[in-house]
């Protein structure tokens, strides 16, 4: 059985980092793609990007929304099986409920994980 | 890329069936589609994968209640025996496989009367 199972909420001042972590089981990060999805209070479903695991300890595959690119990072570890989600300086604008999500091999997703809430705030 | 056209609401009687549409932009009528159910204050769920023909295979533990379609561009999610639970909010979710990048349509927000 595949599941993507998120870290938990976190509470985070503007300026702060963090970094989100998805930890998959029935399924291997080097052989899937993980995508990542935002989705902002009472708003839709938005793309981050994609990432896969490389067959090299601690090398990633990336690809990324456009409109995300140099705003968070995304890595993959297979040692840990997991996906993570970075930010290196929040802002206030970043509070949402961010989505893992395993994409099939036709490219949509057909597991989804708890959702990790983010809040922002001073 | 494609862009995914959904209605922002729709409403239909509990036990009535209801047809939702997502329309794909021209020139992307061969694209693969999925629909998600996202009831509220819960994660999104897979419901199924979509192909141009109008086959369609639902997730594991989806209900036959649950059905595609397909007309042109347009792919439709039918939801017969309509539940309460049913209520919430439906994404159509495509990959362009040349952009190595997803779209979502907007979202449809079912009631269910």
């Known amino acids: 059985e595949v599941q993507l199972v998120q870290s938990g909420a976190e509470l985070k001042k503007p300026g702060e980092s963090l970094k989100i972590s998805c930890k998959a089981s029935?399924?291997?990060?080097?052989?899937?793609?993980i995508g990542w999805v935002r989705q902002m209070p009472g708003k839709g479903l938005e793309w981050i990007g994609v990432?896969?695991?490389?067959?090299?300890?601690?090398?990633?595959?990336?690809r990324y929304n456009p409109s995300f690119q140099g705003q968070v990072t995304m890595s993959a570890d297979k040692s840990m099986n997991a996906a993570y989600l970075e930010w290196n300086s929040l802002r206030a604008f970043d509070t949402a409920t961010y989505y893992c999500?395993?994409?099939?091999?036709?490219?949509?997703?057909?597991?989804w994980g708890q959702g990790t809430l983010v809040t922002v705030s001073s | 890329q494609p862009v995914l056209t959904q209605s922002s609401s729709a409403s239909a009687s509990l036990g009535s069936s209801v047809k939702l549409t997502c329309t794909l932009t021209?020139?992307?009528?061969?694209?693969?589609i999925a629909w998600h159910q996202q009831q509220p204050g819960k994660a999104p769920r897979f419901l199924m994968k979509?192909?141009?023909?109008?086959?369609?295979e639902r997730g594991s533990g989806v209900p036959d209640r649950f059905s595609g379609s397909t007309s042109g561009a347009d792919r439709f999610l039918t939801i017969s025996d309509l539940l309460t639970a049913d209520d919430g909010d439906y994404y159509c979710?495509?990959?362009?496989?040349?952009?190595?990048?997803?779209?979502f349509g907007g979202g449809t927000r079912l009631t269910v009367l």
């Open positions: 021209n020139g992307h009528n061969n694209f693969i």
């Open positions: 029935g399924i291997s990060v080097t052989k899937s793609w």
């Open positions: 999500a395993r994409l099939a091999t036709t490219g949509h997703i057909d597991y």
């Open positions: 979710e495509t990959w362009d496989s040349n952009t190595r990048g997803g779209v």
């Open positions: 979509l192909e141009a023909s109008g086959k369609f």
């Open positions: 990432v896969s695991a490389g067959a090299s300890a601690g090398a990633s595959n990336t």
